[in-house]
């Protein structure tokens, strides 16, 4: 009897499926990355927040950037777009940079010179290139997609009270780094710590986020660093004014807001 | 005071009795004024041997001492806002001190429309140092003794009007006509094809309504392209001579553009196109050979990461002449015959370094029709947040027919260094 025998495979395989969701508590080392990357970099609609940021050489001379970032969801695809907005230091004051972020293919990235009143395109091949001279890439500030590593799990671990998931991620393409390791927050999904490893597998950089607060209902990670073991060098970053779903336009990403900043929200 | 000079404070003062003005409402309702500037030197050497003619500054074609404050404020909507900065400078190269408004100006904006009113930088098109749609006016005395990139452009007094339906931006620019400031023998060592010995004077535009100059832009945005197009009615911006009455007179010649640029992602880099049409309305048959011929200009530009903190950009650029036979016909006997098109490449080489704290750059011209060029290396070195120095050099070489080639006697090394706050 045919229609029976497809029932009872139906019913089989619904009962495989339910069993292997109970056994499996843990989600997939993919799964945890993305989630990692939804809470890190989609968090909200859109975001606002003033960035403080302190480039820090081995000699300890400190030199310091102050930034807004807007930050707007479009769609559920994972398209985003950034707007950036330098106040100081003096020099670089009314720079500002706008990012097009696609799920699918190369960011398209501008930045505004106030000095030449230029706005300019910058070649999208530079996300792994250091943003403002601080230890963070420019792909650390708008991220990266989950496809772009081959991702497996470690380990469980607590990690300063916290507990985590331990994830080795490898670049599929060469780039600076040949393994990264993430410990990631299982109830909240914020990265906690990140080491990267170079080709030849010494400790590259390490990223810590030193405190994380609830802002409405997103866990945001408020001070964080990033240190470049090898030279030396380091960014330490600090957030303020966060705020989420505060109703920004998309038309604030676009020339004219680059050319003129918006003023209700880069203050 | 010469009349130039005496204009230009005339128009500094009206502009800053104007942003008083406006300024005092702003103030009390505003969120306050910030303040910045800096303190700049800027010393240009020659490094050619060469015999400058009595009165040019001959070993140091600049030299000077620069305070700039910059002031801006806006009211806690952000509908208005002013802007001021002025420089004030030292020139002992040609023994004068000065002050410039670089720009001075009122904003007001809405959600869908903006305007901005007095002294102000407009910048357009997509060349990398090469200018087809962008006709407003430039410093080239600035560019080639190797001040900040910033000098290179003017203000222009200017009412600039924006309105942003949907996705498309358009801009309307109604501006006084302001010449560039080109290179003379007060500073540089230049061929002069005018018979020597007779009064020279040039003669700038009024404020008439024929004198007006207005520019248009429309912007908008294809997936990841940049479209834009642009139409100007303005005029030369250097002076066409001609004998009137026993002098010399130089006058600026009525100039219409009309073109259209495109910029996105090709590959790994990004590609420019820009081009456009000169319609020299004094001389539509070419056959004035005081002014310049008509033209169609263009450019394609590509340029990409070559590795990290390190871009490589190039650019063709050719100017088309229009009426290549009447120019030869009326060509005055003794000046050099151009090319119908003249080809320019340009190559730009940057990279960062030590956390870009140290910026290396190079950018050469180099003509394909007059076989000249012009080199311009640098090196920056910020020692602080505040504190930055660069040294680099113009060098002109090539031959002495072609535009470049003309100024190898100028061939300069500089040294700048400002302090920002």
């Known amino acids: 009897m045919k229609p029976f ?65 807007l930050r707007i969801n479009l769609g559920k695809a994972g398209e985003q777009r950034y707007y950036i907005y330098f106040h100081g230091p003096a020099d670089v004051k009314g720079t500002s940079f706008m990012v097009w972020k696609y799920p699918d293919k190369e960011s398209d990235r501008w930045i505004y010179i106030p000095a030449l009143k230029l706005v300019k395109r910058i070649a999208a091949d530079d996300k792994r290139s250091s943003f403002v001279g601080s230890d963070f890439t420019y792909e650390d500030v708008s991220g990266r997609n989950v496809e772009d590593e081959t991702h497996s799990f470690l380990r469980k671990q607590d990690l300063g009270g ?41 400790p590259l950089r390490t990223f810590t986020a030193y405190k994380v607060e609830l802002t409405g209902t997103q866990w945001t990670v408020v001070a964080r660093g990033m240190k470049n073991l090898q030279s030396g060098h380091r960014t330490e970053v600090v957030y303020q004014e966060v705020g989420y779903d505060v109703g920004l336009k998309p038309d604030i990403f676009t020339e004219r807001y680059l050319r003129d900043a918006p003023r209700q929200w880069v203050r | 005071m010469t009349a ?188 002069d094809p005018l018979p020597a010995g007779l009064p020279r004077r040039t003669r700038e535009h009024g404020n008439d309504s024929g004198d007006v100059e207005i520019s248009g832009r429309v912007s908008a945005y294809l997936a990841s392209w940049e479209l834009a197009g642009y139409v100007s009615r303005t005029h030369y911006r250097s002076p066409a001579w001609s004998m009137t009455g026993g002098e010399m007179v130089g006058t600026y010649p009525r100039l219409n553009t009309i073109g259209a640029s495109l910029t996105g992602p090709i590959g790994k880099g990004v590609v420019s196109l820009e081009a456009g049409y000169y319609d020299s309305r004094k001389d539509r048959d070419g056959r004035e050979p005081s002014i310049e011929n008509s033209q169609f200009r263009g450019l394609v530009g590509y340029s990409r990461q070559l590795w990290q903190d390190a871009t490589l ?109």
């Open chain 1, 5 to 69: 025998r497809d029932i009872t495979l139906l019913l089989l395989a619904a009962l495989a499926m339910v069993s292997a969701s109970t056994r499996a508590a843990d989600p997939s080392a993919e799964e945890i990355v993305k989630r990692s990357l939804d809470a890190f970099y989609y968090a909200g609609h859109d975001m606002r927040v003033k960035v403080r940021m302190k480039l820090i050489n081995p000699q300890g001379n400190v030199r310091e950037r102050e930034l807004t970032m």
């Open chain 1, 162 to 202: 916290r507990p985590t998931y331990v994830v080795e991620s490898r670049p599929k393409t060469v780039i600076d780094y040949s393994r990264r390791l993430s410990w990631i927050d299982s109830e909240r999904w914020l990265p906690l710590k990140e080491e990267y490893f170079d080709a030849r597998n010494e």
């Open chain 2, 4 to 191: 130039e000079a005496g204009r230009s404070v005339r128009i500094t003062a009206s502009l800053l009795a104007g942003f008083l003005a406006l300024a005092s409402p702003v103030a009390t309702t505003g969120q306050g004024v910030s303040l910045g500037g800096f303190a700049q030197s800027h010393v240009a050497e020659r490094t050619s041997r060469a015999d400058c003619p009595s009165g040019t500054a001959c070993d140091y074609p600049a030299a000077e001492l620069r305070g700039q404050i910059k002031a801006e404020g806006g009211n806690v909507s952000g509908e208005a806002a002013l802007l001021a900065r002025l420089d004030l400078l030292r020139d002992t190269a040609v023994d004068d001190t000065r002050l410039v408004a670089r720009e001075l100006f009122g904003d007001l904006t809405s959600e869908k429309a903006s305007a901005r009113l007095g002294r102000q930088v407009i910048t357009w098109g997509v060349g990398d140092l090469l200018f087809i749609n962008d006709t407003f006016p430039k410093d080239w005395i600035a560019f080639f003794t190797g001040q900040p990139m910033q000098y290179l452009k003017l203000g222009s007094d200017a009412l600039k009007l924006n309105a942003f339906p949907g996705p498309a931006n358009l801009e309307l620019v109604i501006a006084g006509f302001r010449p560039d400031t080109t290179p003379t023998s007060r500073r540089f060592i230049v061929a």
């Open chain 2, 313 to 421: 950009g190039g650019q063709f650029y050719g100017e088309w002449m229009r009426d290549y036979a009447a120019y030869r016909e009326t060509l005055p006997a003794g000046l050099p015959l151009k090319d119908r098109l003249r080809k320019v490449a340009t190559v730009r080489f940057t990279q960062f370094f030590a956390h870009q704290t140290v910026t290396f750059n190079l950018f050469a011209f180099l003509g394909l029709s007059e076989k000249d060029r012009y080199m311009i290396p640098s090196l920056r070195y910020a020692f602080s947040d505040n504190l930055w120095a660069e040294i680099g050099a113009n060098l002109f070489g090539g031959k002495r027919n072609g535009m470049f080639g003309s100024m190898q006697d100028n061939s300069n090394v500089y040294l700048t260094v400002r302090y920002a706050f």
